[in-house]
Each structure stands twice: as C-alpha cells, then as structure tokens.
C-alpha cells in the first residue's frame, strides 16, 4: 500500500512541477499587452454586502490604482489586496515599473511585498519610490525592496523627501510634497510635456479654524462652517503644489469637517485647495462608499457636489473597474 502511495505521490509531484513551469514560463515570456493609451486604474473592489465583517469603516479596501504615462506604469500605494483586485480586475502586473508607497499605514503598503514577490518572480525590473520610514519599518522587507545588495533582484529601492526629483521613462519626472499626517507621508507630482499629474495622499490641510469665542471650532454642519467661522489657517503649501495639474487625484474622507480631518481631507478643504489653481479634472480616491453607503449616495454625490461648487469636472471611484483615461 505505502509503495503504491509514494508512486502516485512521486508522479503527483512532477505533475505538480511541471504545471509550476508552464505558468512560470508563460509569466515570464507573458508579451505585454501595454495600452497605448494614457489611463489612471482603480482595480474593482472584492467585498460584498454580506462580507459585515469588512464593511465597517474600512476605506482601504478600495484604495490603490495605477497610474499610467508613456512607458511609466506606477502602482500607487498598493494596499490591502491590491493583486488580488488588479488580477480580478485582468491587469497585467508584470508591466508595473514603478511602486509608489506614500505612507506605511497598512491601507497604503500592505500588498507592497506580495506585488513585488511576483514582480521578482516574473523578472521585472521595478523601481520603488517611499519615504525613509516604509524603508526603516520594513513595511517593505529588505528582499523585496532590493537594499540588501546580496540579492540577485533586478530592480532598485529610491529614498525620497520633500527635496528629491527623480527621472522618470519618456522624459517624465517625479518631485514630492510632505504632507500632514500621522506618519510620515508624502504626495507626488508627474510632469513633462506640458503635463502635471498630482496625488494628494492621506493629510490634513485646514491648521484650524476660529469661531467668535476663538476656539477651534469642530464643524457639524455647513450653517457652522459659513456663519461661525471667522477665518482659518492652512498649509498653503499644499495648495501651491497643486497647481496647474491636468488631473488632481486626491484622497477625501468625508464632507463636513471631523476629528478625522486632523489627518484626512474632507471635500471643504479639497475645494479651498483647487480654488484659482487651473486645475482640469479632480478625482476624488480613498473615499469609503462600499462601507457605509453605497456609491450612488456617496461618492457620486462628492463628485457632483464638487463639480458643482468649482466648475472642475470630478469624478468619484466606483465598485466596478474604473480606468480614466488621461
């Protein structure tokens, strides 16, 4: 009985083996159906309304895309099953050449290992682009992001901070924006050929807001905002940045001011942002739709809300695959 068993096993393992090589063999020599198309790629979201235990606040599940221009396809900060949605969503992954990581907060890296453990295995040659902490908190492992030299690995690990510019393919070129958060965390503008594309991360912008009695003032209403506020103070840096951009891609987390908007934009902020900065389109990201509400009431109404108010065409993320052309 037991040399029977250990036959069929032998013979189960290389057929085992063999299959690994097929698949292996076809992911490396995969031809690379690369659009030639400029597009920004929000992978579809895989949560359910039965799934309760996922739905209860939890915006990561819909955060991360991919952003591409010319030969530069950068996968911005891949969260919380970002393969898993981008391989739902029939995305190629061994085109990425970038990985953009704007904070180590889990929403924001967590699939950072697992996107480059295939991207390692499909000999990709990939550069990462985080701040000094993602490195230091080895939110990326030392393998995966190619500082350990000893690794016969065919892509690269780059520092940044608020003074770093670096080359990008087809004479594109990326620089950084600090922003406010609880980590550290950083935003990103792409530009060249009369082009700009800006990423808002996660950040705060309002520093605080005065009332008569000059206390900070908690908003709960548009009435409070308009009538009580007599001024506030903001990180007018922020704003600069995002100047002149073709397309603003920027993570909102609610409309009325909050305890959250200490570190996250609420769309009142957003709209203090883009006012008189020429920019052409808003997309509103990290926004949480599939938790609370559905999108039609949500994010959708964001959008509406903030097209309304600016004149800006803005768009909001939807449950199915979202790619906006650019």
């Known amino acids: ?28 020599s995969n031809e690379k159906k690369i659009s030639k198309k400029d597009y920004i790629f929000f992978p579809k979201s895989i949560v359910s309304e039965k799934n309760y235990q996922l739905r209860y606040g939890l915006s990561w599940l ?30 190629d992954l061994s085109t990425i050449t970038h990985i953009f990581i704007s904070h180590s907060h889990l929403d924001h890296s967590a699939d950072a290992n697992v996107l480059m453990d295939f991207l390692i295995r499909a000999k990709s040659s990939v550069k990462i682009i985080a701040p000094k902490s993602v490195y230091e908190e080895k939110v990326i492992s030392d393998f995966h992001s190619g500082i350990k030299p000893k690794f016969p ?33 950083y935003g990103f503008k792409i530009f060249g050929n009369n082009e700009n594309y ?32 007599i001024s506030h103070s ?13 397309i603003l891609i920027a993570n909102v987390d609610s409309f009325l001011y909050t305890k959250n908007s200490k570190t996250h934009l609420p769309i009142l902020d957003l709209l203090e942002i883009v006012k008189g900065n020429n920019i052409q389109k808003i997309i509103l990201a990290h926004i949480n739709p599939i938790g609370e509400l559905k999108y039609e009431e949500w994010g959708m109404k964001l959008a509406k809300y903030a097209s309304k108010v600016t004149g800006i065409q803005t768009f909001s993320i939807k449950e199915k695959i979202n790619k906006f052309y650019i």
């Open 62 to 91: 819909q955060n991360g895309f991919i952003l591409k221009k010319g030969d530069n396809i950068i996968a911005v900060d891949p969260g919380v099953n970002f393969v898993l949605r981008l391989t739902e969503s029939g995305f």
């Open 1 to 28: 009985m037991s040399d029977k068993l250990e036959k069929e096993l032998i013979e189960l393992d290389k057929k085992r083996l063999n299959i690994r090589g097929k698949y292996k063999n076809k992911l490396i």
């Open 198 to 229: 800006t990423y808002l991360s996660d950040t705060s912008y309002t520093k605080e807001l005065l009332i008569k009695n000059k206390e900070y003032l908690l908003i709960t209403s548009i009435s409070n905002y308009i009538e009580n506020a």
């Open 153 to 185: 690995i065919n892509h690269s690990a780059i520092i940044i901070d608020e003074n770093s510019e670096i080359e990008l393919l087809n004479g594109y070129k990326m620089k950084f924006v600090p922003l406010h958060h609880s980590v550290e965390c």
């Open 234 to 246: 903001s990180y007018n840096y922020i704003k600069d940045f995002t100047k002149d951009s073709n």
